[in-house]
C-alpha cells in the first residue's frame, strides 16, 4: 500500500515511513478473507422492505422480497451506488458469467445505465428510476434487483433488494441462504 494512500485514508504516518507503511498493510491483509472485506461485511443487514418503495410496489404481494442495508459517511448519490455497485470487483464474476450467455457489459455500460442514459445493462433491464432508487427487472422476468439510497444527515444508507416472482419452497431452501450471502457480499463490495 503506497504511502500516499495510507495518508488518504486518514492513517497518520509518522516515524520510519517504510515501517508504517508496513503496519498498514498488514491490518489491510487483516480484514480480508479470500476476496470478502469482514467490516465490510459486518455493516451489512437485512431490514424489511421500504414500503413507499419501487421494490415493495412491484409485483403481486405474494412475491418474496429481501433487502440489506449498510449505511457509509458521506452523502452518496444513486448515480455514484449504481456505478460502483456493477462496477465493482465483486460483481466482476457475475459480468463475465452473464456475458458467457449473451448478455455482457461493460463499466462504460454500467456507466449509462448510472447516469439514466440505458434503458438495458447486462441482463436487466430498467422498470423505474427516481432521484433515490433504481428497479431492473431480468430479461425472463423471473427477478428483479433494486438500489436505493437514503440521506440521513451525514451519512447515507446504500438499500440492495430482490423480488423473485415465483418462488418454489424448494429452490427457495436450497438457495436462499447463498442468496442472503451473496447480496451481503454485493453490498459490502461498494
Known amino acids: 500500500m503506497p504511502v500516499a494512500m495510507a495518508v488518504r485514508n486518514g492513517m497518520t504516518i ?39 418503495s419501487l421494490l415493495a410496489q412491484f409485483g403481486p404481494a405474494h412475491a418474496s422480497r429481501d433487502c440489506f442495508a449498510r449505511t457509509v459517511p458521506g452523502t452518496v448519490s444513486l448515480t455514484d451506488f449504481v456505478e460502483r455497485f456493477y462496477c465493482s470487483w465483486v460483481f466482476r464474476p457475475e459480468r463475465l458469467a452473464l456475458g458467457l450467455i449473451g448478455h455482457g457489459a461493460s463499466n462504460a455500460d454500467a456507466r449509462q445505465l448510472a447516469h439514466g442514459k440505458a434503458q438495458r445493462f447486462s441482463a436487466w433491464n430498467v422498470i423505474e428510476r427516481r432521484d433515490t432508487e433504481i428497479l431492473l427487472q431480468d430479461v425472463l422476468g423471473a427477478t428483479a434487483s433494486w438500489l436505493a439510497v437514503q440521506y440521513h444527515g451525514e451519512t447515507t444508507t446504500l438499500l440492495f433488494g430482490s423480488w423473485v416472482g415465483k418462488p418454489s419452497q424448494n429452490r427457495s431452501r436450497i438457495l436462499g441462504p447463498f442468496h442472503r450471502w451473496y447480496s451481503r457480499v454485493l453490498l459490502g463490495g461498494v
Open 14 to 52: 509518522g516515524g520510519d515511513a517504510a515501517q508504517d507503511a508496513r503496519a498498514v498493510l498488514q491490518k489491510v491483509r487483516a480484514t480480508r478473507i479470500g476476496f470478502i472485506h469482514i467490516i465490510n461485511m459486518t455493516s451489512i443487514e437485512s431490514i424489511p422492505v421500504p414500503p413507499d
